[in-house]
């Protein structure tokens, strides 16, 4: 079974990188008092943020592919460096679902799955499918 | 199985606020008082009581949001206010739960539960909450279930001897000297000066052919030894062991009592372990290295303080005997000269400790006596080191089947490894020059854990070990 990231998991890291874009250039833009130039440095980070939001970010979770078979759950991801995280499910101990403010208003969870000293998480899903992946992992393992 | 929510105690409140009690709770208590008894008001007070009402507003909301549900065969920690986390845990996927009452937590009812996996970071627990002392043992029994316990108690004196030979002077000025200067601060007295002061006047008065400098290091890491049996001894007095079948529960602690439950099956390896000291008074301790242990230093919990090797056999026999391995054991060849290759090494050690000292008393003779001094503790080390060797002579042992045991040597700790073949992390298997003359080898088994216990063996058999390896492990390729 091969799933990818909802639409909505997109337009969340939009606009989380923006919001964090926005709070870097309005930091440095409080401090143009005492150089001007600074100024010119905060457009640049907002619009280098714009860009970054608008090109890059759609690309990379466009790029994400989740797959389950009888025996593990693979995630493939990346433009530049593609990398794949493959866990057995016999070597998964357990797993956890996350929710922000922002997030649980767009109905997703991300899903940190752990094992003994490492872990894999899983971006934003839907929350039913979430739901869903915590009860059937669990199945999973012990078949 | 009925479902059960367990909430967290309230005393957790103040663990949550305990990073902010000293930078703004006590800042605007000694500004209230300030306001009471001068009238003085501080300037940021205003600001104070905003930060103190929203850091109060989002540590109520964590600890509300807290709670444990306890299903089939599975708990949910549920937590986090802003930020929410679920996770679900299966009973089998628990190594252990740890759970401790200090001073405070005995006053208010709750004790500090903790919940620990094979996922969680090294030293950390995974999850820890304050809970009501009643809850915690419902909380327990429902994931290790109810079931007769042998206990196995042991007396103040087998712990006095186990802090004794398990303490080190290094733990005692790690600990102690933290403790001194916290002290003097608060005190407002040097107390580390005044200690050095009696020490030196102290050691002054001993008269004997070292320089005076030994005198006073000695008494100084005497005193923190000292200082380490004692925090030994309080916190392993009250030791209990508790077996059941499937199930192991140790006791232990005066001030803050601990008690740690795991399941038999979550042990990855037993250990019978003799630390120098141990070797002078005869005596083992056994250990069980348990999954995800938790904030334990190495995973590692003390089955049996200390006992001698039989009485602790007929304990591991007893409490632990899926671990015995069957089959016949490999042991290195009984004969003078194989004796003569173990005592190679220590022979040659003592030869050239010997020879440097002799070197620098000519090259430095005004250090002559400080060169004797640490010439006697480097030959004294050496004839342990020689000790060990004759024990892994004649003790040293090798037994593969679907259990495992290496008996062996761990640095300079005499060491009986008992585990089950699937935890078998590494087998190395090493030959020198002299091995390879006469077939022989040193095998070295570290087991898949944390703590990644290891034990070794020198000059067995080459031909033997790689057939039983080769037969234990279906290796079809030449090795």
């Known amino acids: 079974m091969t799933f990818t990231l909802p639409k909505r998991t997109r337009i969340l890291w939009q606009i989380r990188i923006l919001i964090a874009f926005a709070a870097l250039g309005a930091a440095v833009a409080f401090f143009a008092r005492y150089a001007n130039w600074l100024l010119f440095l905060a457009a640049i980070i907002v619009i280098f943020g714009l860009v970054f939001v608008i090109t890059y970010v759609p690309f990379f979770f466009k790029s994400y592919k989740i797959m389950i078979d009888k025996s593990s759950i693979c995630i493939t991801k990346g433009i530049l460096i593609k990398t794949t995280n493959i866990m057995p499910f016999p070597r998964l101990v357990f797993a956890q679902s996350f929710t922000t403010p922002l997030s649980s208003i767009l109905k997703l969870k991300c899903v940190m799955l752990k094992a003994a000293r490492g872990w894999i998480l899983i971006p934003e899903l839907k929350s039913t499918d979430v739901d869903y992946l915590l009860e059937n992992l669990m199945v999973k393992r012990n078949d | ?479």
């Open chain 2, 1 to 479: 199985m009925t479902n059960k929510v367990y909430k967290a105690h309230p005393i957790m409140l103040f663990r949550i606020i305990k990073p902010f009690l000293f930078v703004l709770f006590i800042p605007l208590i000694r500004a209230i008082i300030q306001y009471i008894t001068k009238g003085e008001i501080n300037g940021l007070l205003a600001l104070e009581i905003l930060c103190v009402v929203f850091i109060s507003t989002i540590t109520v909301l964590r600890w509300r949001s807290i709670s444990l549900n306890v299903e089939q065969e599975k708990i949910t920690i549920k937590k986090g206010f802003l930020i929410k986390s679920c996770a679900v845990i299966e009973f089998s996927r628990i190594s252990s739960v740890i759970v401790q009452q200090n001073i405070v937590d005995y006053v208010f009812g709750s004790v500090e539960c903790s919940i620990n996996t094979e996922a969680g970071m090294p030293k950390k627990s995974d999850f820890c909450f304050k809970l009501r002392k009643n809850d915690a043992k419902q909380f327990y029994e429902q994931i290790y279930g109810e079931e007769n316990r042998e206990t196995i108690k042991f007396s103040p004196f087998q712990i006095a001897i186990l802090a004794a030979t398990t303490s080190s002077a290094f733990t005692g000025m790690i600990v102690g000297v933290p403790i001194l200067n916290q002290a003097s601060d608060l005190l407002g007295v040097a107390i580390s000066e005044m200690l050095l002061n009696e020490i030196n006047h102290v050691s002054s008065k001993f008269n004997n052919i070292f320089p005076p400098i030994v005198n006073t290091v000695t008494l100084i890491l005497l005193i923190a030894y000292f200082f380490a049996f004692m925090i030994s001894f309080v916190k392993n007095i009250n030791f209990k062991l508790e077996s059941g079948k499937e199930t192991a529960e140790v006791q232990s602690g005066f001030i803050t009592r601990k008690r740690i439950l795991f399941k038999k099956s979550k042990i990855n390896n037993i250990c019978f372990e003799q630390t120098p000291l141990m070797r002078v008074v005869k005596k083992y301790s056994m250990i069980a290295s348990v999954g995800g242990y938790g904030n334990a230093r190495g995973e590692k919990a003390v089955v049996v303080p200390i006992a001698s090797h039989d009485e602790l056999e007929k304990h591991f026999k007893r409490h632990f005997k899926h671990f015995k391995p069957h089959g016949k054991p490999i042991k290195p060849k009984k004969s003078l000269f194989n004796l003569n290759r173990f005592l190679f090494l220590p022979a040659i050690t003592a030869l050239f400790i010997i020879g440097v000292s002799a070197s620098i008393v000519i090259i430095f003779p005004y250090f002559d006596k400080l060169t004797l001094f640490l010439t006697v503790i480097a030959l004294a080390l050496d004839g342990y080191y020689a000790s060990v060797c004759f024990n892994n002579y004649k003790n040293g042992q090798l037994c593969l089947s679907d259990s495992v045991l290496i008996s062996g040597s761990a640095g300079f700790n005499v060491r009986k490894l008992y585990c089950d073949k699937s935890n078998i992390g590494v087998i190395k298997i090493s030959q020198t020059l002299p091995d390879r003359r006469f077939k022989t080898c040193k095998v070295k088994i570290t087991v898949r854990s944390e703590s990644a216990d290891s034990a070794r063996v020198k000059n067995l058999d080459l031909n033997t070990v790689l057939q039983i390896i080769k037969k234990q492990f279906n290796i079809e390729y030449d090795v």
